[in-house]
């Protein structure tokens, strides 16, 4: 493992309740849930003051309310907090050579090398500094040889604090932590260690790699390197996307086929000109269905390299009544396109047809020029609300996309 690199995790604290309280200073000290308003919705950021009762994001909004009933409920606004996040990139992306940002809060900067000219510390914490001061918002970092243990220490460091783990003391900082702190350790993995009584990382520590192996297959070896400090993982500015997707969760679970099949219209239609903007193709169509029962099929197929609607549309709208049981009651639909390749529309010189071509080259200059909701296909009108968000820019997608600006 490489000893001599300088890895900040950087974090935003409670990201989107900060953000209304730069708004709103009246909701300061104040419990504060942030998502879906109606009993399907979910906790998508609580405020400290919400988490003494044992809220915490992804909590069903209806447990949520129980847990605090005197909570302050807002639905969010995913254009303010993507503005709000784009301001701290701005700051970092001005004071640091490299940084990766993960999510729409989260980044992780290599300082590597910086030490000879300045001290990574001393760096990292001027640059947190800046941020808070800059823009208002409260942020913490951790500082390590490697991203698995910056992001551990950036949680220890909360709220609004930093932390630094010098190269030698990584075991000895994350032995007496939960494995629920590793990165990758969800609720299933968790439950699975409990059984074999394994609740502390220093135990994971302890275990040989091949016992872990044995036991949880090649998750149990990533867990055994992360509980023991070592990620060689380089922090990445950008990679290429291999797929984009939107989904949506009915407020009300419905068997309305009109309201359906306008929905999977407007988002393949959505989808296909996000393609095109990116100057992208795709190769494979999947469609997803829930329904009220939390049964979910998709099902998906290989098309010619297309970016275009009336080659996508038709297909998708083919997946939806193969699978779509009109005795049941829809809970979630969601489309996705995958096998993404670089390039623009090749023209079919006896399929395609001249009046789609120049149609959707005419939808896209009034797109570009008015905005993404300026024009769309008359099936799909009551659609207004899926995401519409440019994926091909490097930049993570908002955690509240389907909230109105």
């Known amino acids: 493992m490489n000893t001599n690199r300088s890895i900040v995790h950087m974090d935003l604290d409670t990201f989107f309740v900060s953000c209304e309280r730069l708004l709103d200073s009246r909701l300061n000290g104040k419990p504060v849930l942030i998502g879906g308003t109606s009993d399907r919705g979910v906790v998508a950021s609580c405020s400290y003051e919400a988490r003494k009762f044992g809220v915490h994001s992804a909590m069903p909004m209806r447990m949520a309310k129980q847990l605090c009933p005197e909570a302050i409920i807002l639905r969010g606004n995913s254009g303010v907090y993507t503005k709000f996040s784009q301001n701290v990139t701005d700051v970092i992306k001005e004071s640091v050579p490299l940084y990766e940002k993960t999510s729409v809060d989260e980044f992780y900067i290599d300082l590597t090398g910086m030490d000879k000219f300045f001290g990574c510390h001393k760096l990292a914490s001027e640059l947190r500094q800046r941020i808070i001061k800059e823009t208002g918002l409260p942020i913490s970092f951790g500082l390590s040889l490697n991203k698995t243990v910056s992001k551990i220490a950036t949680g220890e460091a909360k709220p609004n604090n930093e932390i630094r783990i010098p ?83 009915f407020g009300q679970d419905t068997t309305n086929v009109h309201k359906l099949k306008g929905l999977v219209i407007a988002m393949a239609e959505n989808l296909a000109y996000q393609l095109r903007r990116g100057n992208k193709l795709t190769a494979c169509v999947t469609f997803k269905i829930r329904y009220s029962d939390f049964q979910t099929y998709t099902q998906q197929k290989r098309i010619p390299y297309s970016a275009m609607d009336h080659n996508i549309i038709p297909v998708v709208l083919d997946l939806f009544n193969k ?11 969601g489309v996705k396109f995958s096998h993404l390749v670089e390039g623009g529309h090749q023209i079919n010189l006896f399929e395609d047809n001249e009046i789609q071509l120049n149609l959707s080259k005419a939808m896209d200059k009034m797109r570009e020029r008015y905005g993404d909701r300026a024009i769309m296909s008359a099936a799909g009108m009551e659609a207004k609300t899926i995401s519409r968000w440019n994926p091909f820019t490097g930049e993570p997608p908002p955690l509240l996309a389907n909230r109105h600006q």
């Open 323 to 333: 699978l779509y049981n009109r005795r049941l009651l829809v809970r979630l639909i």
């Open 167 to 249: 190269t030698g003391t990584e075991k000895p900082f994350l032995a007496p932590l939960s494995v629920k702190k590793i990165p990758m350790v969800g609720n299933v993995t968790y439950k699975a260690l409990c059984d074999l009584g394994v609740k502390r990382i220093k135990t994971v520590q302890d275990m040989p790699m091949e016992l872990m192996h044995k036991v949880l297959g090649k998750n149990g070896l990533s867990i055994w390197k992360k509980a023991n400090g070592i990620d060689n993982s380089p922090v990445i500015q950008y990679h290429e996307r291999k797929s984009i997707s939107t989904e949506r969760t």
